[in-house]
């Protein structure tokens, strides 16, 4: 954000506009409290005209250009500690020189023989009294200091033409002027804090930002949905939300990513928890099962698993189970719809990491390699633990989520950095959960792929999504009219 754009101030004022709105209505209010409590201030004027008495033309010309040497000093003199001393004794004025001093201002009216004063006081009748003091004394003051020695006339001549006038209303507060003041210096706090914290977020906003950091493709932009995260979305069977669209992208690029080394088991995880990997996995299952492809979930996250829960399956029994040898494969599959099969977790070991990094765990899915034609495996996130990087290198190729406005940079090298590690094959990255609508929203998330949202409906039940058996159970059960051919779990062990 360092060379920003006028485009990028024009996102960031409408992404961030609430800062702006908040910082011109604090200023808004402030500015009201600080009019209403201040003091009233009215202010008296006073304009001296001054002259040098002169015999003819050339005198009055040459009278004229002394004067306006001279009244610049005189604003000097006027308020200054002289005459501030001689009016603080004037009756009526219950102020000391300091007082009456800091009340005076003076200025010389350019090109002119002209001086005006002016008085400014909380209370309208001692402004005047104060003026009016000024002016007499002022007037005898100069008049004496301009008489050469020995003259009894002076060489200066000062009267007042103008005043004391005193204004109806207050020179200050001043209403409408404080309260435009503080609205414009609002909008510029805002629009600078707004600009500040858009350059100090670290947080990945585009798909090109991603791919930059993790040097590996964005093969998606999963846009938010709030429904998806409480349980599987309805994919198939014509689902056209833009989270449904961004997920049969995200599967037709995963096919052909590299069409020399085709991709049978990938590892979908996350820098860090709450990135949405989970319904991610689910839902690129699903859309390969709609594909007629024989997929397979398993749960590879055994520290917190999803699956099972959010498929709305018994989780008790799983991966876990097979690898602690005390059931089968076939005993603990549990089928979802056709071409879907799910491998749940199973019960929570005390060493997930040793357990999913040995040989056991090689031999089984290298026998599910030959069951099933895509495995998709969720994993826990890479920075807090090791497993996913575990299985990642093992796995044909792991995919990588980043959360929209959520993860940060640092995160995402994170991440990176604990793949290549293991020498695990980064198929590419997935910008997940990004705004559907507003300045950050992606392009392609318009109304041609709006129409059918509202097709996208949730799976009620537990069991009763489009495509689910009812009775889930291994598909060697399930009725050959009701479900496609099952692989042959039954030959793995």
Not at 80 to 89: F, N, S, T
Not at 158 to 171: C, F, I, M, Y
Not at 305 to 333: F, H, M, N, Q, W
Not at 375 to 402: E, Q, S
Request: hydrophobic share 45%; aromatic share 4%; net charge neutral.
């Amino acid at each position: 954000m360092g060379d920003m754009e006028l485009r990028d101030y024009i996102r960031v004022a409408r992404k961030r506009w609430w800062m702006v709105v908040t910082a011109v209505a604090v200023a808004l209010a402030l500015g009201t409290l600080l009019t209403v409590q201040a003091v009233p201030r009215y202010a008296t004027s006073v304009t001296f005209f001054v002259t040098t008495p002169s015999a003819g033309v050339s005198d009055a010309y040459q009278g004229g250009l002394f004067s306006q040497e001279r009244v610049k000093s005189y604003s000097t003199l006027l308020s200054g500690d002289r005459i501030a001393q001689l009016v603080a004794g004037s009756p009526g004025i219950d102020l000391d020189a300091t007082e009456v001093r800091a009340r005076i201002t003076a200025q010389a009216v350019p090109e002119t023989v002209l001086l005006q004063a002016t008085v400014t006081d909380s209370s309208k009748d001692r402004s005047r009294l104060i003026a009016a003091a000024t002016a007499e004394r002022f007037k005898t003051l100069v008049e004496s200091l301009e008489t050469p020695p020995g003259k009894k006339v002076s060489s200066v001549k000062v009267e007042v033409v103008a005043g004391p006038e005193t204004a109806d209303t207050p020179v200050s507060p001043r209403p409408l002027r404080n309260l435009a003041l503080a609205a414009v210096l609002g909008l510029i706090v805002g629009a600078a804090a707004a600009v500040l914290r858009e350059v100090l977020d670290t947080t990945i906003k585009t798909a090109e930002a991603l791919q930059e950091l993790a040097s590996a493709p964005v093969l998606a932009g999963v846009p938010f949905d709030n429904d998806a995260k409480g349980g599987p979305m309805t994919l198939t069977g014509g689902g056209h939300s833009a989270r449904a669209e961004a997920l049969r992208q995200l599967r037709t690029n995963l096919q052909y990513v590299d069409v020399d080394r085709p991709v049978k088991t990938l590892v979908v995880t996350s820098a860090v928890p709450g990135e949405g990997k989970s319904s991610t996995a689910c839902g690129v299952a699903m859309l390969f099962a709609e594909a007629g492809h024989r997929v397979l979930i398993v749960d590879a996250d055994l520290r917190r698993p999803r699956i099972a829960d959010y498929l709305g399956l018994e989780g008790a029994a799983g991966l876990t189970t097979v690898l602690a040898g005390k059931a089968s494969v076939d005993d603990v599959l549990q089928r979802y719809g056709n071409h879907l099969w799910v491998l749940p977790s199973g019960f929570l070991p005390p060493n997930p990491s040793e357990l999913l990094g040995s040989q056991h765990m090689a031999t089984l899915m290298d026998e599910l390699r030959e069951v099933f034609d895509t495995i998709i495996i969720d994993c826990p996130p890479l920075l807090p633990v090791t497993d996913a990087a575990v299985v990642a290198a093992r796995a044909d190729g792991a995919l990588l989520l980043a959360r929209s406005r959520r993860t940060t940079s640092a995160q995402v090298t994170g991440a990176v950095k604990a793949l290549k590690s293991v020498d695990a094959r980064l198929l590419g990255c997935v910008l997940n959960m990004v705004a559907a609508k507003g300045p950050d929203a992606y392009y392609y998330y318009d109304e041609y792929s709006a129409k059918g949202h509202s097709a996208g409906r949730r799976a009620s039940g537990r069991r009763e999504a489009i495509g689910v058996v009812p009775d889930v159970m291994a598909a060697r059960d399930v009725p050959a009219a009701d479900a496609v051919s099952a692989p042959p779990v039954g030959s793995v062990r």
